[in-house]
């Protein structure tokens, strides 16, 4: 995939990475849908559980790129296939699987960031 098309990052990601640095902030924000979610991590997680279509489709892709193992990839993609199923009921699991896949789609956002900057800077 082109360096072009990774420019269009939605703003959900980039949602979750300023609230991964913010994450204190987040936590105090809890509303009704996120009460019975335990810590901070679990918060961000929850948001993770309610995101559409496009969203889905850029984790599934983060997840394939990343360095998982072809079955660790499979087994979360299914896990969070479960967890989209089951919202607003969701379990313990359904959180574990989201907050794994949360720092994926942040670590790639940061590294994409990354790969933006260091050309912004061999451009000066």
């Known amino acids: 995939m082109g360096m072009a098309q990774r420019n269009n ?4 990601v980039s949602f979750l990475v300023v609230n991964t640095i913010f994450v204190g902030i987040v936590g105090a924000m809890i509303n009704d849908d996120t009460s019975g979610v335990g810590n901070e991590q679990d918060v961000l997680a929850s948001f993770l559980l309610k995101i559409g279509d496009k969203d889905k489709e850029l984790l599934f892709k983060y997840v394939e790129e990343s360095n998982l ?19 607003p009921d969701n379990t313990e699991k ?3 699987a989201a907050n794994k ?3 994926i789609m942040v670590n790639t956002v940061e590294k994409e960031r990354e ?6 800077i061999r451009k000066s």
């Open 101 to 103: 896949a949360l720092g």
């Open 9 to 12: 990052i939605p703003i959900f």
């Open 94 to 96: 359904d959180y574990l």
């Open 69 to 87: 193992s072809e079955t660790d990839k499979i087994d979360l993609n299914n896990k969070m296939q479960d967890a989209w199923n089951r919202y």
């Open 115 to 120: 790969i933006q900057r260091q050309k912004g």
